[in-house]
């Protein structure tokens, strides 16, 4: 479980392809504190396993089932990368609840500069534009977001000073793919309204003020 908050860049250093695995091994600081064989390690909104790790670096490995979900086996040396360390049990909860599992790729399809923030257009697959709200939480490679404007194909972000300098999101350009995560919370409503069993429907749900 992670929240949205990336801690740290990290620099892809080197890529290595065995047996139909792709094995990332990631320049860093501040995640190594700590880490252990086995710590699950939010890269660019992907939860990776650490397999070995040193005083700068850390290795994960991307399996078929993750490669074909996400953008991650088209990676390069040298590209930097968002990383977050699984949430601690006794910490601050920013963000929002995000498991790591990606949903679908994106494209970035419009950039706009704002007087006080960058506004990034992006168009995923209806399915999960189905599960997004007005003002509702979103991942995108691994930060935490707020949907601004949601339309019919395509939602906006807006992306205040901090986060362009803390994440790799000011980098995207048009055409550009990103790993987007819908809220889960949304996901568990999704399912109970479509179990007839449940007794769960919209007009509940707007007596209840959502």
């Given at each position: ?5 990336v801690?740290?860049?990290?620099t892809?250093?080197?890529?290595t ?9 990631i ?23 650490v397999?070995e ?7 994960v ?29 006794n ?38 534009l ?13 930060v ?25 999101l ?24 479509t179990n007839?069993d449940?007794g ?8 209840f003020?959502?």
């Open positions: 479980m992670f929240t949205g908050i801690e740290e860049l990290g892809i250093n080197k890529i392809n065995q047996n139909s695995v792709v094995n990332l091994t320049n860093c600081e501040t995640i190594l504190s700590g880490m252990h064989i086995g710590d699950s390690i939010n890269v660019n909104g992907a939860c990776l396993t397999t790790f040193n005083h700068q670096s850390f290795s490995q991307v399996i078929k089932g993750t490669e074909n979900k996400t953008y991650l086996n088209k990676l390069r040396q040298g590209d930097e990368v968002n990383l977050e360390r699984a949430m601690s049990g910490g601050r909860f920013g963000g929002h609840f995000v498991l790591g599992h990606v949903d679908a790729v994106a494209k970035v399809t419009r950039i706009q500069d704002s007087a006080n923030s960058k506004i990034v257009t992006i168009k995923p697959p209806q399915s999960s189905k599960q997004m709200v007005q003002q509702g939480s979103i991942t995108v490679d691994g935490s977001l707020t949907i601004f404007q949601l339309k019919d194909t395509e939602f906006d972000i807006h992306l205040i000073p901090e986060t362009r300098r803390a994440t790799i000011n980098q995207k350009r048009v055409g550009d793919s990103v790993h987007i995560e819908t809220d889960m919370l949304f996901k568990y409503v999704e399912k109970l309204m007839k449940s769960l429907t919209a007009e509940k749900l707007s007596m003020g959502f």
